[in-house]
């Protein structure tokens, strides 16, 4: 079964982006890096997408910040963007797809691959929402994708921590690159092996 693994460049300044150094560690899967730019990261998926023919993918990205691995739930349509892209591009509440739905859930069995992460000592979480910048513009133009053009693709969005060397000398989480590999491998093995979800406590209050 083939697995597309995607990850990110460095964007905002940074020197790494520890999405794309994770998922280059993760064993048996096609890995992809995406530009930060609207418009043509979505390019090259649908081009990946084309090319390997997978039957799982998974999209990642950082979210500096968060404390732990997070399997995103919902895709929103609404690029509405706090800093310019690797291009400059700041668009405010524009639509990712004119006329598409306002959302998408994963076809990823969320709670389980949440689950599949912490049995492998990592801590993860489900998370209600990916954004409003490229990782979220990504994760809806994948999901459209999917529901237009694949529909037997399982296909999500998982959000991952600065590394530590991001942010050396400021207070702040982070998780080694090699500790979140091993969450998206244990992510990949649920999202290959497990049929519909587990009935988890996982939702979030605010
Ligand atoms: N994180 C950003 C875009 C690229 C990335 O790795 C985001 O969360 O939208």
């Given amino acids: ?40 990261a979505l390019e090259h998926l649908r081009a990946a997408v084309l090319e390997h023919d997978p039957a799982v993918v998974v999209c990642v990205g950082q979210a500096g910040g968060r404390p732990d691995v997070t399997v995103e739930r919902v895709a929103v349509n609404i690029d509405d963007a706090r800093i310019p892209d690797n291009a400059g591009r700041q668009p405010i509440d524009e639509p990712v797809v004119p006329g598409g739905p306002a959302a998408y859930f994963a076809t990823l069995p969320v709670k389980a691959c949440a689950a599949a992460a912490r049995t492998a000592g990592v801590p993860a979480s489900v998370s209600q ?4 910048f490229v990782c979220n513009h990504v994760f809806y133009g994948l999901m459209h994708l999917i529901a237009t053009e694949r529909p037997g693709i399982r296909g999500g969005f998982v959000h991952v921590p600065f590394a530590p060397e991001q942010v050396l000398g400021r207070a702040g989480p982070s998780m080694p690159v090699t500790m979140v590999a091993e969450a998206l491998t244990a992510i990949v093995a649920a999202a290959v092996s497990v049929e519909g979800d587990l009935r988890l406590v996982g939702g979030s209050l605010h």
């Fill in 1 to 40: 079964m083939t697995v597309l693994l995607t990850g990110f460049e460095p964007f905002d300044g940074a020197a790494v982006n520890p999405s794309w150094e994770a998922v280059k560690l993760v064993p048996g899967v096609r890995a992809v890096q995406l530009p930060c730019v609207f418009g043509r």
């Fill in 129 to 132: 929402s990916a954004g409003t």
